[in-house]
């Protein structure tokens, strides 16, 4: 798995329950370091142990584990950076919906060995959308679950969204858009400095 | 962008939304008409009627003072710059129409877009949904931030990799243990209670090979040196590159002059015949001091390594490819003629000259 995605996960844990925590996660894990390289790679295995301990740990289950690590992603400003580049998507939330379709290769642009989920979005009708997200990880799609709230958000949109399980590798995500411009959401200007 | 467009729209329309920094001059090269992105970056003057060589500077092609001179460079690419701050530069192509006389330009940021986009808050809305700026940037920002976990992870492993040198126990170039490495094993031979040999190695001679043939003349013969000393010890002895041309060897349980006396003869011997180096030869020697901590009540890693420079220094003074063993008279002043370094002392009781 690649270093970013363990990055992401340590991050998460660090900055919402602290450092012994982690520490715990890493010694359970059976983890001989306790930090991940971001550019590196690591085995499959690792990131499985460490979300098991993880959830062991904290006392929760996983998949609202995962749906937290994404919406710490967007939202945390440790991690600003990301939710930058998910803004580029697209002007407005169903802009940035209609840009998931290509996220893999946007990540392949910028870390050529960093290897998403595939995600197809289908609309149903003007305001009712579903996502699906194939991936030999499950998991992939209650982290989506939580990017999603946490950028409508940042888009200042209102949308129901919600996991409706997997299939064969497929994990499907509904989403249901209430109000384009529900609140002013956050800023996002294209050019980093005079954010 | 969500505005419905009318079913017919004329060129001025179409313009607007493909191509929102273009500008249309009119024949006496005045500003008829200017792309709504173009006009955001001077919010506070209407550019529509101000004549374009004031607004803009063209850089190139050079010297186009009329719209007669301007319209000959059709088809040519353009550099030109805002003449007022910010001094934003663009790059231009121009175009003869749409009525005659007249001439349209479009300009876009070329490399100058991160500038451009910093400084006049422009958004994706901004550039024509055709335009690669928005994905440019979106690149740009996303290799740095890759570019800055990749140096994070360089000086992290540069770290490391000092460090691993540090604790590195072997000298690259030979293979023998390093000074590092010798430190640690007198260190336990002192602690132990096993007599010992420690036996200081100059090579003489070395600095002329380097100087004469080269470094790499001077690299190969101290590996062959360091595989002579290899061959001529035992497993459980240790030998170290202290120095350039400084070698340190210690003998765990060997304490008898006859032996170390012989062996360090073989050593000398071997390292003086002629070593073959790319169709020349290399000829050194080397001068050998030795001390046995039997010799002492308590000994101290420095006294042991001084004393066997002291007894290095005697076999040097002793005409070279000589060996002693280290005797407390070898300190008295008037037994190391440091004056006249090339004469030999008269044979040593404890030591042998070749």
Known sequence: MHGLINRAIEYFVRDTYGVAKWNHIVRLAGLEYSEFEAMLRYEKSVTTDVLDATATTLNRRLNEILEDIGTYLVSNPNVEALRRLLRFGGADFVDFLHSLDELPDRARIAVSDLDLPRIELREHATNRFSLTCQSDVSGYGHVLVGVLRAMADDYGALAFLEHQGNSHGVETISITLVEDRFSEGRAFTLGARSA | ???????????????????????????????????????????????????????????????????????????????????????????????????????????????????????????????????????????????????????????????????????????????????????????????????????????????????????????????????????????????????????????????????????????????????????????????????????????????????????????KHAGRACHRFFVPELRLPAEIPTTSPGIALPDAPNGVCG
């Not at chain 2, 939304?17 to 008409?33: F, N, Q, W």
């Open chain 2, 1 to 315: 962008m969500t505005v419905q467009p009318p079913n017919h729209c004329d060129v001025s329309t179409i313009l607007d939304t493909m191509c929102p920094m273009h500008l249309v001059l009119d024949a006496t090269g005045h500003i008829r008409h200017v792309g709504p992105t173009l006009q955001k970056l001077r919010p506070d003057r209407s550019m529509t009627g101000a004549r374009f060589l004031e607004v803009f500077e063209l850089n190139r092609p050079r010297a186009m003072s009329t719209m007669a001179d301007l319209l000959t460079a059709s088809g040519v690419k353009l550099h030109l710059q805002f003449r007022a701050e910010p001094r934003t530069a663009f790059k231009g192509e121009l175009m003869p129409g749409p009525d005659p006389g007249e001439a349209t330009i479009n300009l876009s940021f070329g490399i100058s877009i991160m500038d451009a986009v910093r400084d006049y808050s422009l958004t994706s809305a901004d550039f024509a949904a055709t335009d690669l700026a928005v994905e440019m940037l979106y690149l740009v920002e996303a290799k740095s931030a890759a570019m800055d976990a990749s140096r994070t992870l360089n000086l992290r492993l540069q770290g490391a990799m000092i460090a691993a040198e540090e604790q590195a126990f072997t000298d690259t170039l030979t293979g023998l243990k390093n000074r590092r490495a010798m430190d640690h094993v007198l260190g336990r031979l002192m602690e132990g209670c096993d007599p010992f040999a420690l036996m200081q190695l100059d090579l003489d001679f070395f600095k002329a090979v380097n100087d004469s043939q080269g470094h790499a003349a001077g690299d190969h013969v101290l590996q062959i040196v360091a595989r002579i000393m290899v061959d001529e010890t035992r497993e459980k002895d240790t030998v170290a590159r202290v120095g350039g041309d400084e070698f340190v060897l210690l003998f765990p349980g060997l304490t008898d002059h006859k032996t170390l006396g012989e062996l360090a003869r073989r050593v000398i011997d071997r390292l003086e015949s002629p070593i073959p180096f790319e169709g020349t030869v290399c000829s050194i020697s080397a001068s050998i001091g030795t001390v046995l901590s039997s010799d002492y009540k308590s000994p101290a890693a420095e006294t042991l390594l001084a004393d066997a420079d002291v007894a290095l220094y005697a076999s």
